[in-house]
């Protein structure tokens, strides 16, 4: 498979605990964005990489959250002293090169519960 | 005012019908513009990009007016298979995020 992947495609964690998830863009992709879904919204935008530079931050990402993409490939998305309002699909996306008119390809997500 | 707003439905319909929805955008300065299509519990994926002339694709057309800030997605003789959340997405200049909208719950029917 070639698209985008990420993991674990669930996490159930008690709550104050940190959590990490990790996505694998489409290979050569240097676009990647995390963002956040919640039950019956779209998603809203945490963060922008172009290959290993983190170009902007939404203001939604708190100091508990980080995301790293250390070599331009995959991504890390931590979540520090996790808190129940964190429960929601994070959901990773690449889009090549710099044009604006490119699609951006979704991984099928990563649903957290915090309990 | 919500950077893409959408009015989020749920739109049913009968399946043959004829169905339109609507998004309004905030950044006049915003380039680019597409459609996603969500089914329940997976991830978006493309439906069509919308161009400045309007542009259709078998029954789905998507119109655009930047003068109004507004994008139209239509979609003709619906399916059972339309039945989905349609996401409106606008590119943010600059850094080129994608903004979405809440989406439009589509619920076709027998």
């Known amino acids: 498979d070639t698209g985008v992947s990420q993991n674990p495609r669930h996490k159930i964690t008690k709550r104050g605990q940190n959590v990490t998830f990790r996505c694998d863009p489409i290979s050569e992709h240097n676009r990647l964005y995390w963002y956040r879904q919640t039950l019956g919204q779209g998603p809203e935008f945490l963060t922008y990489?172009?290959?290993?530079?983190?170009?902007?931050k939404s203001r939604l990402l708190s100091d508990r959250f980080s995301a790293e993409r250390p070599k331009g490939s995959f991504s890390t998305l931590e979540i520090q002293r996790t808190e129940q309002g964190d429960s929601a699909m994070y959901l990773c996306?690449?889009?090549?090169?710099?044009?604006?008119?490119?699609?951006?390809?979704f991984g099928q997500g990563t649903r957290l519960t915090v309990v | 005012r919500k950077e893409v707003e959408q009015d989020p439905g749920p739109f049913n319909v009968p399946e043959g019908a004829t169905v339109a929805f609507n998004c309004t955008y905030s950044n006049s300065a915003s380039q680019s513009f597409f459609w996603y299509r969500q089914d329940c519990r997976k991830e978006p994926k493309l439906l069509m990009s919308v161009y400045s002339s309007g542009n259709e694709d078998g029954r789905f057309t998507a119109q655009l007016n930047r003068a109004s800030q507004y994008i139209s997605l239509l979609i003709r003789d619906s399916k059972l298979s339309d039945s989905a959340t349609y996401l409106c997405v606008v590119n943010y200049p600059g850094f080129q995020k994608l903004v979405f909208g809440t989406g439009t719950r589509l619920l076709v029917s027998p």
């Open positions: 996306a690449s889009q090549p090169g710099t044009g604006e008119r490119t699609e951006a390809f």
């Open positions: 990489f172009q290959n290993e530079a983190q170009l902007e």
